[in-house]
């Protein structure tokens, strides 16, 4: 007989996740443990709030009274195209309204539903044929594949699940139902895991656990969420459907051909939420006056999605918004640390400490637990999704991002670099992030970027290239790097580039950078080789 008190981690109540206190329990009312579908909330609050916006788009909002029918319908419609529960569906869409009202439609069905990032291009064969995706929906100019069936998000989808009528939500505990999460890219074809809607609901008290108190999260009053990055990247999807089971508005925000046009539509609203990668927390910096906030009227702006050295992290807290928190995460898991600004100037190195429902550990080679201090692998528990067969990230248990770092005594964990990058040189092992954030200290440095390049003899070269701020400073910076950094952390070369590569996440692109780095190398040496001749 099964055990009746025994909890599934789906089953876990606000309690058991760290919310102790009356008042913080007040501000997470209206979770409600029977929602077992991503779509419930959105009728819950059309209930409870029916005036309440949903969506911001433009001069148009969508309050959450007339977002709900809209998803009943599209589920019935999309049932009428021939689409049931479990059959895989990837959308490649770009954000809107409609793009949101499809997706929730899907869910409510019971779809597996997988967000790519829009390419006008045309979404990849090899991706989708990985996760067995035999329907598409595209903007009405897109190419699909050869073999996959698409459906055209036109000007007449609104109109034809408006003339759908009822409901049609799958039935079931929602560990049933699933979406597929995509990794960022960084390292070759996107990878993917199953994620139940059950668990959604567990990440979304998870995540927001170490904010509980600072009442950024609050289902009694919530932010607008301003979305700044298309939901085909996992963080975005997953912010924003959190959102939503918070009765708060979404702010779909354009896709700004200029960055600081973002910023500027940062800046416009009051009270909001936002969240942004780590390259864009960069520009803010550039952005930010000498006196004063960038700012001032922001409830909380979170940053991950790569790298914020630590000197960034206190200059976003000094100039950008006092509310600026530090969120590490993976597209497989959810979040597994965040640092908050009252930890930041004592440990601003730091990403943070794990939500009291996350484990995380650090191990050595041989998957045992290493002490507080010790460099090893990062691998969590607790929130993990389930990966398709052969996905290395998730054995035994645990979720392993494919991290290095450690974690101090008092549980603040420290993210050292990718395991996939460590450089080797003259018998020690090197992290770039270490070596950049000295280098990225000096006045003349906008962005760098350190790489390990193989050389005739043992161990890699030690390349930096480098964002220049206004005239170039190669002496200064040179001296720069021989008086700061130890001497086998010192780049054998410095080469000079107009940007980085980032990759579609806004995460830069170690492999383009190796490849630019190379080239440059190559072409040197074929000057040298014709100077000679």
């Known amino acids: 007989m099964m055990d009746r008190c025994r909890k599934t981690k789906y089953d876990l109540t606000l309690n058991d ?114 996760f067995s995706i035999r329907t598409i929906f595209l903007e009405p100019a897109v190419t699909p594949p050869a073999g996959v069936a698409a459906i055209r998000l036109d000007g007449s989808w609104r109109s034809s699940i408006s003339r759908a009528q009822g409901d049609r939500r799958h039935p079931g505990n929602g560990e049933d139902i699933f979406t597929i999460s995509l990794t ?36 009694e009053q919530p932010p607008n969420l301003l979305l ?24 779909i925000l354009p896709e700004f051909r200029n960055a600081i046009d973002l910023v500027k539509a940062i800046g416009s609203w009051d009270d909001a939420l936002c969240y942004l990668p780590a390259a864009a927390c960069r520009f803010l910096i550039a952005c930010a006056p000498a006196d004063g906030f960038l700012f001032p009227n922001i409830r909380a702006l979170i940053g991950g999605g790569g790298f914020l050295y630590p000197q960034e992290k206190l200059a976003l807290l000094s100039r950008v918004t006092p509310n600026f928190y530090h969120s590490y995460g993976a597209s497989g898991f959810g979040t597994m640390a965040v640092l908050r600004p009252d930890e930041m100037c004592e440990r601003p190195a730091s990403v943070g400490r794990p939500p009291s429902a996350v484990e ?74 270490d070596i950049e954030s000295v280098i990225a200290l000096h006045p003349a440095v906008a962005e760098v970027a350190v790489v390990g390049i193989p050389r005739p003899f043992s161990g890699e070269e030690l390349v930096a290239l480098v964002v220049a701020r206004g005239e170039g400073q190669h002496e200064s910076l040179a001296r720069h790097c021989r008086a700061s950094l130890p001497a086998p952390q010192v780049p054998d070369r410095v080469f000079y580039a107009a940007f980085l590569p980032k990759t579609v996440a806004g995460k830069l692109d170690r492999n383009r950078v190796k490849d630019l780095v190379m080239n440059e190398i190559e072409r040197q040496a074929r000057i040298q080789r014709d100077v000679r001749a």
């Open 184 to 219: 960022s890219g960084t390292t070759g074809l996107p990878k993917g895991c199953l994620n139940p809607h059950r668990s959604y609901f567990h990440r979304m008290a998870t995540s927001i656990q170490p904010f509980v108190e600072s009442g950024v999260f609050s289902a």
């Open 360 to 433: 995380v550990q650090v191990v050595g080679a041989d998957g045992q637990p290493l002490p507080a201090g010790r460099v090893g692998r990062l691998r969590s528990r607790g929130t993990e999704g389930m990966g398709f067969g052969g996905d290395e990230r998730f054995r035994d248990g645990w979720h392993y991002p494919g991290d290095l770092g450690h974690i101090d005594a008092a549980g603040y964990v420290f993210v050292k670099g990718r395991d996939a990058e460590v450089i080797e040189r003259d018998g020690q092992e090197l992290f770039a992030a």
């Open 228 to 251: 700044t990055a298309s939901i085909g990247l996992s963080t975005f999807f997953k912010r924003m459907v959190g959102h939503l089971f918070l009765g708060g508005a979404v702010v």
């Open 17 to 130: 996740i760290g919310y102790e206190s009356a008042a913080a329990r007040r501000r997470m009312r209206g979770m409600n443990p029977s929602w077992t579908n991503i779509s419930d909330p959105i009728f819950h609050w059309a209930a409870e709030r029916p005036d309440q916006p949903a969506f911001h788009e433009g001069h148009r909002t969508l309050t959450y009274s007339e977002l709900a029918p809209l998803v009943g319908k599209a589920a019935v419609h999309l049932a009428g195209l021939g689409i049931g529960a479990g059959d895989r569906v990837a959308i490649s869409l770009t954000n809107s309204i409609d793009h949101f009202i499809l997706t929730l439609g899907l869910l409510r069905l019971g779809a597996t539903v997988m967000e790519m990032l829009y390419d006008a291009n045309g979404p990849a064969a090899e991706l989708l044929a990985n």
